[in-house]
């Protein structure tokens, strides 16, 4: 299987070039959230999807995240 | 014989020229020329439409690479311009018995190619042998100026021109074809995608902005928030450091404050004075007018087009910022003052030393847009009254004294911590007194308070807030940014920024990336990025400027922008099967994404699509399965805006959820938004915004 399992285009690692950005940033910025609010990583996934200005690709990714792991 | 540009030039040209005042408007079938007498000289004046000439490709086959082409009659290129017919040869006739050619189009680059193609193809004369009337605006005084002192036409900027259509035509025919040849050898379709030498950069900004958004993960900060009492009186405060980066700050300051007595240390005032703004240039009237009053760039330029041909406003299509001590700026002011609108105004400034504040840009061929003082010949429309109403007080402005401001803050403190309060006091309009509704400041007082009072800090908050993801563009910021990239001219960046949308690129005038423009700048991206790239734009047009200067000539600027062209074409040949494939993936999702609704809920195994009826041109749902007969479940659409499926349904009747994007309004619906019962009272309130519009248009018709 070669395509991103979000959006169809050809995938690079774990997602498309995109879906794969989002998905490390999600995970890189998981510790400043830590920091700032003292957040759980799913309590930060929920949180993130939350807010309206989430970027499309990033809201994307925490959905299949959440899906993956059954939060 | 006088060439114009357009018939309503061509009869303000004749009546400022003929000495009664009254030409002779001679008609010939649908079209018309004036005759007229001034001095010992009997004038003809002719009008072409624009553009009567276009480039034309001379080999045969739509495919790539096709580089040779020749100027020949517009109605030869574009079918739909049967008008251009008469008039070519009416002039051709005309021309038999003249002694002398006068170029009295737009004075710009394309106005002096208009006139030199006309005397060239339609006129059969020798353009060198021609005169040239150069003016800034169509009022009286100026044309009969430029009458009587014609110059030599100016060939560089005329090569400038030419070659600007030359290589827009071989980049635009050639990349477009490539694009769609390789749509059609990967999947057989016949699918025109089109870009071009600006085109491409554009829609690379827009895309890269989109990523950015999409991208986008906020990050969290506090805000303090107080609400304060002083004499009893409520304050808000705010605290001398906007962000907090983490929550338990946040606490510890909101423990700190709570309940305190503060007192105010100091109260600062800063005065400021601002100078107004320089004249407008277009392209400053244009993100202005955006800014006030809504209009789109290419909106503003069509407006200003017509104000010129009107009288009222000088040529816009300039990037001057200056009015030059030759302009009659006494007899303008004298002018407005003529109106009831701005004659006080007008009237206090003629008693000033008439002073302008100048910008810095310049344009060699026009002054800044400003009015003429004379009355429009015609009645302005509403948007036209707006614009110009925009214009006169933009230049009533640049006569002002400076705007001054006063900033006031009172510092407010509690142990180590700094509470603010502002206010902002003006003090002097000056300018802004002119340009009047579309100035904006609030003016705030600040509280009743003095230095050494107690304020009783009642409620402390933090207040959780996110960072922002950078803004979308809208037709304005992408046009500056052209500008400021130097792509496209004056006259062709708004049409650019248009066309970005038109072709499908992005969605409504959020300029919100669409699928298809995702598709085309990921496929360029990955295989072909120079088509994408500002750098061979930015080049191509520091060149045609060059020509422009007399730096170099066109044909060497010719003969790079092929060969350039030609290795882009040659690379994209090696690439075509998977550009092709990448396209045809693209749009595939594109339209799964644009006209697909989710399964039918009539017949269960169809797919709702949106489809426009062959017979009427309408938009509405239907079901896959109508064409084997199986289901004929159709649902109404709206016929305006971009309309996009959503990932939800609706609340109350269960069906699929769209989201309508018209102009700059965006709203939820479901596709069974004629009947949910949910959204009736959304139906009532569009039947009465329809009927106040229709009275509305009723009432505008009759005046």
Not at chain 2, 249 to 277: C, M, Y
Request: hydrophobic share 35%; with cysteine.
């Amino acid at each position: 299987m070669s395509i991103c399992p979000i959006c169809g285009r050809d995938k690079q690692d774990k997602f498309c070039s995109y879906h794969q950005t989002a998905y490390d940033n999600v995970k890189e910025m998981y510790g400043q959230w830590k920091t700032a609010a003292g957040l759980s990583w799913e309590e930060y996934l929920h949180k993130i999807s939350d807010i309206e200005s989430t970027g499309r690709w990033i809201r994307e990714v925490i959905e299949f995240i959440m899906q993956q792991d059954g939060l | 014989m006088l060439v114009t540009e357009k018939p309503t030039a061509a009869k303000k040209i004749a009546v400022a020229l003929d000495d009664s005042k009254s030409p002779r408007e001679v008609k010939k079938g649908r079209t018309s020329y004036f005759e007229c007498k001034c001095g010992n000289d009997d004038l003809v004046v002719v009008y072409a439409l624009g553009h009567l000439f276009e480039l034309m490709q001379t080999e045969k086959g739509w495919t790539y690479p096709r580089l040779e082409n020749e100027w020949v009659p517009k109605y030869e290129v574009d079918k739909k311009a049967t008008n251009i017919k008469p008039i070519i040869a009416l002039i051709k006739g005309l021309s038999k018995n003249i002694d002398m050619f006068v170029v009295a189009t737009d004075y710009d680059i394309e106005g002096s190619l208009i006139g030199y193609l006309t005397l060239l193809y339609a006129c059969k004369t020798d353009p060198s042998n021609a005169k040239r009337m150069r003016f800034s605006s169509l009022t009286e005084s100026e044309l009969r100026n430029a009458f009587d002192n014609l110059h030599e036409l100016d060939f560089p900027l005329i090569e400038s021109g030419q070659i600007r259509h030359e290589v827009d035509w071989l980049y635009g025919i050639n990349m477009t074809r490539a694009l769609t040849l390789a749509i059609k050898k990967a999947a057989g379709w016949f699918k025109i995608v089109s870009t071009g030498r600006v085109q491409g950069p554009a829609l690379s900004f827009v895309a890269q902005r989109e990523k950015e958004i999409n991208l986008f993960l906020p990050l969290p900060y506090w805000m303090i928030q107080v609400v304060a009492y002083h004499n009893n009186k409520e304050l808000e405060l705010e605290y001398f450091k906007r962000h907090i980066s983490t929550v338990s700050d946040g606490k510890s300051i909101v423990e700190s404050l709570s309940d305190q007595t503060a007192i105010v240390d100091k109260i600062n005032r800063r005065t400021v004075t601002q100078l107004p703004h320089p004249p407008f240039n277009l392209s400053s009237l244009q993100s202005e007018a955006y800014r006030h009053l809504g209009y789109k760039p290419s909106r503003t330029l069509d407006l200003a087009q017509s104000l010129y041909l009107n009288s009222a406003i000088s040529y816009p299509r300039t990037s001057s910022e200056q009015l030059p001590d030759n302009l009659d700026l006494k007899a303008i002011l004298i002018g407005l003052s003529s109106m009831k609108t701005y004659a006080d105004m007008a009237v206090t400034i003629l008693k000033g030393p008439l002073k302008p504040i100048q910008g810095k840009k310049t344009d060699p061929a026009h002054p800044a847009i400003h009015p003429t003082g004379e009355k429009p010949t015609k009645k302005l429309t509403p948007s036209e009254q707006k614009l110009y109403d925009l214009i006169v007080r933009r230049f009533f402005s640049v006569f002002g004294e400076p705007l001054v401001k006063d900033h006031l803050r009172a510092d407010i403190i509690w142990e180590n911590h700094k509470l603010y309060t502002r206010g902002l006091q003006i003090q002097k309009l000056g300018w802004a007194e002119y340009y009047g509704p579309f100035f904006k400041t609030e003016e705030k007082s600040l509280p009743d308070i003095s230095e050494g009072d107690s304020i009783h800090l009642s409620s402390v908050k933090a207040e959780e807030k996110h960072t922002l993801p950078p803004a979308r563009f809208n037709p304005a910021s992408l046009l500056k940014l052209l500008e400021r990239e130097n792509l496209g001219t004056k006259s062709t960046r708004s049409r650019i920024v248009d066309s970005v949308r038109s072709r499908g690129y992005t969605i409504a005038d959020r300029f919100e990336l669409s699928t298809l423009g995702y598709a085309l700048y990921e496929t360029l991206d990955h295989y072909m990025s120079v088509m994408l790239s500002p750098e061979m734009t930015r080049q191509l047009e520091k060149e045609m400027e060059d020509i422009q200067q007399g730096k170099t000539d066109r044909d060497s600027v010719l003969a790079k922008a092929r060969t350039n062209l030609l290795s882009i074409l040659k690379e994209f040949k090696e690439k075509e099967e998977q550009i092709g494939e990448e396209l045809v993936k693209g749009l595939q999702r594109y339209w799964k994404e644009t006209e697909e609704l989710g399964p039918c809920p009539k017949c269960g195994n169809g797919v709702l699509r949106i489809v426009q009826s062959p017979k009427t041109g309408k938009r509405f749902v239907g079901c896959s399965n109508y064409k084997e007969g199986v289901c004929d479940q159709t649902f109404p659409l709206p016929q305006k805006g971009t309309v996009t499926p959503l990932e939800k349904t609706c609340p109350y009747c269960d069906h699929q959820m769209i989201k309508v994007l018209s102009g700059r309004r965006t709203w939820e619906t479901c596709i069974n938004w004629t009947e949910c019962p949910g959204r009736q009272e959304d139906l009532k309130a569009l039947d009465e915004r329809r009927s106040k519009q229709s009275k509305k248009d009723d009432g505008e018709d009759s005046s």
